[in-house]
């Protein structure tokens, strides 16, 4: 992480070049809270009802009248430990070109980006999260934004994902080789309420420097002043030594959302598959392989978001859940308080 803390001064050093006359600082500190009341884990027969993942956060920034920037988000998870989503410094060099350097969400697909509890309407995630790629994915490197006419492009370097046991636990906060990962999202607006866009990811996730991971992803978003249809796809594929095949997972969601005065109903649907004969229960490595993966499944959520205040929602979410090759369907109901402030 040492590293990364000379792209960091470095920008700090342009913001004050390009700072000479008088400057203006501006700061901001917001943060979130929520928690989930959940029933139901494998059937609605079950009567008893569990208060979890509670989650919240600060989110502390800043920004100079030179362009210079800055964003630190310390965040409490469940289990009660206290991590970062955000530390970043950056520049703009113009109202179009923006780069950073430190951690940061990786724009890959929208959701990753805006998974905040009071920035979406239902409960849970998607079942592509955690699946096919890390829940809260970060980076440490080098963002690059820019805006031209109806495009904008995000592109990142760094660290990049480290061979796991699956596809979603391969969160590294150092690198465990000598290569670095690279990607972003290219996103064009057709029209006034219509907007598309494709991911891209790619660097080698294991120690010895070998074997790709590589993510392709879309995404499209249709919005009205009451309506909001969004969706998005990914698919992730990992090169496995011999005699085993190549890795492969994938997902995808579909996602319907209605305002209506301070109510939001919504409902989705989700799909997501896992096949990788290398790694899974037991991998330890090169010379220890896992039992391997073969799973998946898809889910129905139907809820409804009432905004109690302006940043002060209640939630409610029923799924019904049918894991990949069973027969039988599964539901849950849970609840959810996420407060801005």
Do not use: C
């Not at 039992?291 to 889910?299: K, V």
């Amino acid at each position: 992480m040492k590293k990364f803390f000379i792209p960091i001064l470095l920008l700090a050093a342009l913001g004050s070049v390009f700072g000479a006359e008088e400057t203006t600082l501006k700061t901001s500190t917001n943060g979130y809270f929520s928690f989930d009341a959940v029933r139901g884990s494998g059937s609605l027969s079950d009567k008893d009802w569990s208060l979890e993942n509670v989650r919240g956060g600060l989110l502390f920034s800043g920004q100079w009248s030179t362009g210079f920037a800055f964003a630190l988000e310390p965040t409490f998870v469940p289990g009660g430990t206290l991590g970062l989503t955000q530390a970043w410094a950056g520049f703009a060099f113009s109202q179009a070109i923006t780069v950073k350097a430190g951690l940061f969400l990786v724009p890959f697909g929208r959701y990753n980006v805006n998974r905040r509890p009071y920035e979406i309407t239902l409960v849970s995630d998607p079942d592509q999260i955690g699946a096919v790629f890390p829940e809260n994915w970060r980076e440490i490197g080098l963002q690059g934004e820019a805006k031209w006419g109806s495009f904008n492009l995000a592109v990142f370097v760094g660290n990049g994902l480290a061979e796991a046991e699956d596809f979603g636990s391969g969160q590294q906060l150092r690198d465990n080789n000598r290569n670095k990962a690279f990607g972003g999202r290219l996103g064009a607006v057709l029209g006034q309420s219509f907007e598309i866009g494709g991911s891209y990811y790619r660097g080698k996730a294991d120690a010895a420097n070998e074997r790709a991971l590589q993510m392709i992803g879309f995404d499209a978003l249709w919005l009205t002043e009451s309506i909001r249809l969004s969706g998005e796809y990914v698919q992730t594929r990992i090169d496995n030594p011999k005699p085993f095949g190549r890795g492969t997972a994938e997902g995808w969601f579909a996602l319907a959302e209605l305002k209506w005065d301070q109510w939001t109903p919504a409902v989705s649907y989700r799909y997501h598959r896992v096949d990788d004969p290398f790694h899974g229960p037991g991998f330890a490595g090169a010379d220890a392989p896992g039992e391997g993966i073969t799973s998946g499944g898809t889910r129905w959520a139907f809820g409804a978001s009432y905004s109690l205040a302006a940043n002060f929602k209640l939630k409610a979410e029923f799924d019904r859940r049918r894991l990949r090759d069973a027969d039988d369907w599964t539901s849950g109901l849970q609840f959810q308080m996420a407060v801005y402030f």
